[in-house]
C-alpha cells in the first residue's frame, strides 16, 4: 500500500530530497516498459512511481468537446499546452470530476449536469491509474492498472465502473474508487477539507495532552477515594454477611434444640414401647408354668381316656366274637338235627383232597405274584430314580442356560464398555445421561443429577472391587437429586428407556453439598484394614455423602483374608464403629454371622477388561459344553425310562394275570368249604358249649357297661383339662399377638432414634463448620477495618480532602489505564505539538526563501500559530536593499512567481503521487517564467517518483529535451470537429502517440 511517506520535519538532510535516477524510456505507445532501477554508490533507487499516477485519460461528450482522447501522461513531467477552448481545462476538470470530486470543486460549474455537451444525453470519462509494484490495490483483480469510468447523464446523475487492466467490470460502487483512492493516498478536495480536518483535530490532541495530564490526575485522585468505598462496601458486605451468619446461628441453635427434642421423643417413645414389650413378657413368662402344668394334666388325663377306651373297645370286640360263636353254635345244631343222611363221606374226602391242592396252587400262585410285585417295584424304583433325575438334570439344564445367557450379555456388555464405560453400568446408561444434560441445558433440573454412582468412584487397590461391589451392590447404578422435583424429571425420563416390568435404577433424593461429611468421629478404624470410604478415590462430594447415608460405608472394613476377617470381627471384639466387614471373595462378616457371596467376579468395578471378556468367553464356552453333556444325558435318561416303563407294563399284566388265578382258585376253595356235608355230631356236646357261651357273654356284657361308665367320666375329666388349657394357650397367644405389633413399633421406633441422632449429628457439624466460617468473616472483618484504615491515610495523602465518587474502581483504573495509553499513543504518534509545528514551520520556510532567491527575490513567511493565521510578504531584488512590501504591492508576475514559490513551499511538506497546476505561468515575464519553469523541473526530478501535470497556453518549445519530459500539445479546436488529438513536439513523441 502506498503510504504517505514520514519524514523527520528537523533533519537538515530532508529539507531537500536529491535522488539518482535514470531516465525513463516509453515504448511505441507511449507507455513506461517498468519502473528501472539505478545504482548509485551501491544502492538502488526507484526511478518512477508504480501507483497512483494517471497513465491515460479519454473524454466524451464533456463539456464543449465531444472527444478528447485518448492520450497518455508520463511517468514524471508533462506539460499540456494549448490555445484557449483547446481543451485544457477540460482534461483538469474531467481529472477532479472522474475521480470523485464535486461540480462546485473545479469552479466550472454549480452541478454535474453542467459538464455534459449541449445537445448530448451524457458524458463519459475514463481514467487509467497504475498499479503496479508491491503496494498495488488488489493486483491479483485488477492487474497492473485500473481503469476508472464514469458515466454522467443530463440529469446530473453520475455511475462508476471500476475496471480490470483485461477491461473486465470489477466494482460499480463508489466506495471501492474511494477505498482506491485512499489506498494511493490521492486527496480529493472532500477529502482533502476532511484531512486538514484531522489535522487540525490531530494538533488539538497535542494541545490536549496537558489537559489530559490534569484529568489523570484528577482520576488519580478519585481512584484513592474510590478504593476507600469499595473497602467500606466490602466492610458494610462482610458486617451483613456476619449479621447474617448470627442470625443463621440462632437459627441452627434453635434447629438444634427442636432435633434434641425430636430425639428424647424418640428415644422417650422407644423406652415406652420396651416397658410395654417387657411387661408383656413378664406376664407371659409367669403364665408359662401353668400352662405347661395343665397340658402336662391334658395328656396324663387323654392317655387314661385312651385306656379306658382301647379297653372298652376290647370287650365290645369280645363280645361280639362270643355272640357270633353263639349263633353259629345254634345253627350247628340245628343243621346237626335235620340231617339224616350219612352217605356223603366219599364225596367229602374227593372235596378236601381237591382244597388241599387249590391251596397248595394257590401258594405258588402268590409266591409268583410276590417275585413278580418285587421286580415292578423295582421298575418303578428305577423309573421313579430317573424321572427324578431327569427333573434335576433339567434345572440344572435351565439354570445353565440362564447362567449362559447373563454371561453372553455380561460379555457384550463388557465388550461394549471398551469403548464406552458406561455401558457396563445398563446398555442405556450413555443415551440416559445425553437425555439427562439435554434436560439440564433446558433448564429443567435445578442441579444436574449425578449417577450412576458407580461411574464416579475409583478403586484404590483393584484387588477389593469384589468387596465393595459386594458391600454397594444396586448403589453402584443409582443416581442423586438435590429435590424432589429433580426426581421427578428423572423418572420421567427413565420412563423412555427403561420399559415397564424392568428394574429402574435407584434414585436417591438428598440436597448437594459441596464438602464431604465430617465422619471422624462415627467412623471405623483399624491400623491395618481400610474402610470402603477410605479404599475410594470419590472427587464428588455429592457422592460420597450419599453413600454415607445410604450404606454407611465410613463404618464398613474391607479384609482381604476370610479367615482374618472371622478373627478380626468374631474371634474378638470388632473395631469401634465397626459394623461388619467384606472380604475380597465378597463374603460379608458380621460379629456373630457370615454369608458368603454369591458372585465370583466384580461386574462393574473391574479394571482389567480384557482379563474380564477372557475370563467370560472361556467361561461361556465351559456352559456350552456343559448343556450339549446335560443334554446327552437327558435324552440317555428318557431312553431308559422309556424302556423301564415297557418292562413295568410287561410286569403289571403279568401280575394281573397271577392274581385273577389266586382270586379264582380260591373262590374255588371257599365253595367247596361252603358245600353241606351231614356229620355225626354229638348234639349234647355241642349244646353244652352253647350254654358256656351265653353265660361267658353276660359276664363280659357286665364289664362293657361298668367300662364305659369308666370311659364316660374320663372323657369328662378329659374335656375339662382341655378347656383350662386352651383358656390359658389363649390368653398366652393374645400376649404374643398384642407383643408382634409392639415389635415392629420397636424396630420403627429404633430406627427413629438412629435417625434423629443422625440428624443432631449433621446439625452439629454444620454449625461447627457456621461457626467457623463466622469466625473466618470476623478476623477478616478486623483485617478489613485494618486496611480499610491504610487505604484512608494513603487516600489523605493523595487527596486530603474526601471527594465524592460515583464511578468503580475498576472503571477508574481502566479510565487510568486508557488515559495513560493515550497520553503514551499521542507521544509516540505526535510527538511535542510545539516542536512538530517549529519543524514543519522552519521546513515551509526554507523551501519558500530557497525558491525565491533564485530570483534574487527575498521573502517571509510568519505563521501564527495561536491566531490560526499566516501572512506572506516579498521583495523583489536584493534583500538587503529593499523592505518587504505586501502581495498586493507586487505585479501581476511577481505575483505569480511568489505565488509558484509557495505552491512549491507547500508541495515539499505534503504527499500525493501526483500533482496539478493550471496557467502557473500566467502574468510571468519570460525572465520569471524561465526561473519559475527550472524552479519545477528541479523539483521535479529530485521527486521522479512522482507524476506533475502542468497546464500553460505557453508553447514550452524552449524546454530541453528529456525522456522525463512530456508535452502534450492540443491543436486548436475546429468548427464541427468530434476529436481533439494531441500533436507530438517531437517525431519520438509522434511514433508513441501514433
Given amino acids: ?79 499540456v499546452v494549448g490555445n484557449n477552448g483547446s481543451g485544457k481545462s477540460a482534461v483538469l476538470t474531467a481529472l477532479i470530476v472522474g475521480l470523485g470530486g464535486k461540480a462546485v470543486a473545479t469552479n466550472r460549474g454549480s452541478s454535474l449536469k453542467g459538464f455534459v455537451k449541449a445537445g448530448q444525453n451524457s458524458a463519459d470519462i475514463s481514467i487509467t491509474l497504475r498499479n503496479r509494484g508491491d503496494d498495488a490495490f488488489r493486483a491479483n483483480v485488477y492487474g497492473d492498472s485500473i481503469v476508472v469510468q464514469q458515466h454522467i447523464s443530463v440529469d446530473g446523475s453520475r455511475s462508476y465502473k471500476l475496471k480490470s487492466e483485461k477491461g473486465t467490470v470489477v466494482s460499480t460502487k463508489k466506495e471501492e474508487l474511494i477505498a482506491i483512492l485512499d489506498h494511493f493516498n490521492i486527496q480529493r478536495l472532500t477529502e482533502l477539507k476532511r484531512q486538514c480536518l484531522e489535522k487540525e483535530e ?72 420396651q416397658d410395654k414389650l417387657e411387661k408383656i413378657s413378664e406376664e407371659t413368662n409367669a403364665r408359662a408354668p401353668e400352662c405347661m402344668a395343665l397340658k402336662t394334666d391334658v395328656i396324663a388325663r387323654t392317655r387314661a381316656f385312651n385306656d379306658a377306651e382301647v379297653l372298652y373297645n376290647r370287650f365290645l370286640n369280645e363280645y361280639k366274637a362270643l355272640k357270633k360263636d353263639d349263633e353259629q353254635l345254634c345253627k350247628r345244631i340245628e343243621e346237626l338235627k335235620k340231617s339224616t343222611d350219612q352217605s356223603l363221606e366219599p364225596e367229602r374226602l374227593e372235596r378236601q383232597r381237591r382244597i388241599c391242592w387249590l391251596k397248595e396252587k394257590v401258594q405258588a400262585l402268590q409266591d409268583q405274584e410276590s417275585s413278580v410285585n418285587q421286580e415292578a417295584a423295582q421298575f418303578e424304583q428305577v423309573i421313579e430314580k430317573d424321572k427324578q433325575e431327569h427333573v434335576r438334570i433339567k434345572r440344572e439344564d435351565l439354570d445353565v442356560r440362564h447362567t449362559l445367557t447373563y454371561n453372553q450379555r455380561q460379555l457384550k456388555e463388557l465388550k461394549d464398555s471398551k469403548t464406552d464405560r458406561l455401558k457396563r453400568f445398563g446398555p442405556h446408561v450413555p443415551a ?225 394275570e397271577i392274581k385273577m388265578k389266586i ?179 522552519l521546513r515551509c520556510k526554507l523551501y519558500f526563501d530557497n525558491l525565491l532567491s533564485q530570483r534574487a527575490y527575498c521573502g517571509k513567511m510568519n505563521f501564527d500559530h495561536k491566531n490560526e493565521t499566516l501572512s506572506i510578504s516579498v521583495q523583489p531584488g536584493e534583500g538587503n536593499k529593499a523592505s518587504f512590501n505586501d502581495m498586493r504591492a507586487l505585479s501581476g508576475g511577481e505575483r505569480s512567481f511568489s505565488t509558484v514559490c509557495f505552491i512549491l513551499s507547500l508541495w515539499s511538506i505534503a504527499e500525493s503521487p501526483f500533482r496539478c497546476l493550471d496557467e502557473f505561468d500566467v502574468y510571468m515575464d519570460m525572465v520569471n517564467r524561465r526561473i519559475a519553469m527550472d524552479m519545477i523541473l528541479k523539483m521535479a526530478d529530485s521527486q521522479r517518483f512522482r507524476q506533475f501535470i502542468l497546464l500553460t497556453p505557453q508553447s514550452m518549445s524552449s524546454l530541453p529535451s528529456s525522456k522525463l519530459i512530456r508535452i502534450l500539445r492540443m491543436s486548436d479546436p475546429e468548427r464541427g470537429q468530434a476529436t481533439l488529438p494531441f500533436r507530438p513536439v517531437t517525431q519520438e513523441e509522434d511514433d508513441n502517440t501514433s
Fill in 663 to 841: 382270586r379264582k382258585n380260591i373262590s374255588e376253595i371257599r365253595e367247596l368249604e361252603n358245600i353241606e356235608e351231614h356229620q355225626s355230631v354229638d348234639i349234647a356236646t355241642l349244646e353244652d358249649e352253647a350254654e358256656e357261651n351265653k353265660i361267658k357273654m353276660q359276664m363280659v356284657e357286665k364289664n362293657m357297661e361298668q367300662q364305659k361308665e369308666n370311659m364316660e367320666n374320663l372323657k369328662s375329666l378329659k374335656i375339662e383339662a382341655e378347656n383350662k388349657y386352651d383358656t390359658i394357650k389363649l390368653k398366652i397367644n393374645q400376649l404374643s399377638e398384642l407383643a408382634d405389633p409392639l415389635k415392629d413399633e420397636l424396630n420403627l421406633a429404633d430406627s427413629e432414634v438412629d435417625s434423629q441422632k443422625r440428624g443432631k449429628q449433621h446439625y452439629e457439624d454444620k454449625q461447627k463448620e457456621h461457626l467457623d466460617t463466622l469466625n473466618k468473616k470476623r478476623r477478616e472483618l478486623d483485617m478489613k477495618e485494618k486496611e480499610l484504615q491504610e487505604k484512608m491515610s494513603q487516600a489523605r495523602q493523595i487527596c486530603p480532602e474526601r471527594i465524592e465518587v460515583k464511578k468503580s474502581a475498576s472503571i477508574l483504573d481502566k479510565e487510568i489505564n486508557r488515559l495513560r495509553q493515550k497520553i503514551q499513543a499521542e507521544h509516540a504518534s505526535h510527538g511535542d505539538r510545539e516542536e512538530i509545528m517549529k519543524c514543519l514551520t
Fill in 202 to 273: 490531530r494538533f488539538q490532541n497535542i494541545a490536549g495532552l496537558s489537559t489530559m495530564k490534569t484529568n489523570l490526575e484528577y482520576l488519580k485522585h478519585e481512584m484513592a477515594w474510590a478504593v476507600v468505598n469499595e473497602i467500606e462496601k466490602q466492610l458494610n458486605a462482610i458486617r451483613d454477611n456476619i449479621k447474617i451468619g448470627e442470625e443463621r446461628a440462632a437459627k441452627l441453635d434453635r434447629k438444634m434444640e427442636e432435633q434434641q427434642v425430636r430425639l428424647n421423643d424418640a428415644e422417650k417413645k422407644y423406652k415406652d414401647i
Fill in 1 to 79: 500500500m502506498a503510504k504517505r511517506k514520514e519524514e523527520n520535519f528537523c533533519s537538515p538532510e530532508n529539507a531537500k530530497r536529491p535522488r539518482q535516477e535514470e531516465l525513463e524510456d516509453f515504448d511505441k505507445d507511449g507507455d513506461e516498459d517498468e519502473c528501472t532501477i539505478s545504482f548509485t554508490n551501491g544502492t538502488s533507487t526507484l526511478t518512477a512511481a508504480e501507483v497512483g499516477i494517471i497513465e491515460s485519460i479519454q473524454l466524451r461528450n464533456f463539456m464543449c468537446h465531444s472527444m478528447l482522447g485518448p492520450f497518455k501522461f508520463g511517468s514524471n513531467v508533462n506539460f
Fill in 432 to 656: 440416559l445421561l445425553e437425555a439427562i444434560d439435554d434436560a439440564y441445558r433446558r433448564r429443567q433440573f435445578t442441579y444436574k443429577p449425578i449417577g450412576p454412582l458407580g461411574a464416579c468412584i475409583h478403586l484404590r487397590d483393584p484387588e477389593l472391587a469384589l468387596a465393595i461391589e459386594s458391600c454397594l451392590k444396586g448403589l453402584l447404578q443409582a443416581y442423586c437429586c438435590h429435590n424432589h422435583a429433580d426426581e421427578r424429571v428423572l423418572q420421567s425420563l427413565m420412563k423412555k428407556f427403561y420399559p415397564p416390568g424392568t428394574s429402574r435404577p435407584q434414585i436417591i433424593v438428598s440436597e448437594f453439598r459441596s464438602e464431604v461429611y465430617d465422619v471422624r468421629l462415627r467412623a471405623a478404624y483399624h491400623p491395618e484394614f481400610p474402610t470402603v470410604l477410605t479404599a475410594l478415590e470419590i472427587d464428588n462430594a455429592v457422592v460420597a455423602n450419599s453413600l454415607i447415608d445410604m450404606r454407611s460405608i465410613e463404618t464398613v472394613l474391607l479384609i482381604k483374608n476370610n479367615s482374618v476377617a472371622r478373627a478380626v470381627m468374631q474371634s474378638q471384639k470388632p473395631p469401634k464403629n465397626c459394623r461388619e466387614a467384606f472380604t475380597a471373595d465378597g463374603d460379608q462378616v458380621f460379629a456373630g454371622r457370615y454369608y458368603s457371596s454369591e458372585n465370583t467376579r466384580p461386574k462393574f468395578l473391574s479394571r482389567d477388561v480384557d482379563s474380564e471378556i477372557s475370563h467370560l468367553e472361556t467361561e461361556i464356552e465351559n456352559k456350552k459344553a456343559h448343556i450339549i453333556n446335560l443334554q446327552h444325558h437327558l435324552s440317555a435318561l428318557e431312553k431308559d425310562i422309556k424302556r423301564n416303563e415297557e418292562l413295568l407294563k410287561r410286569c403289571q399284566l403279568h401280575y394281573k
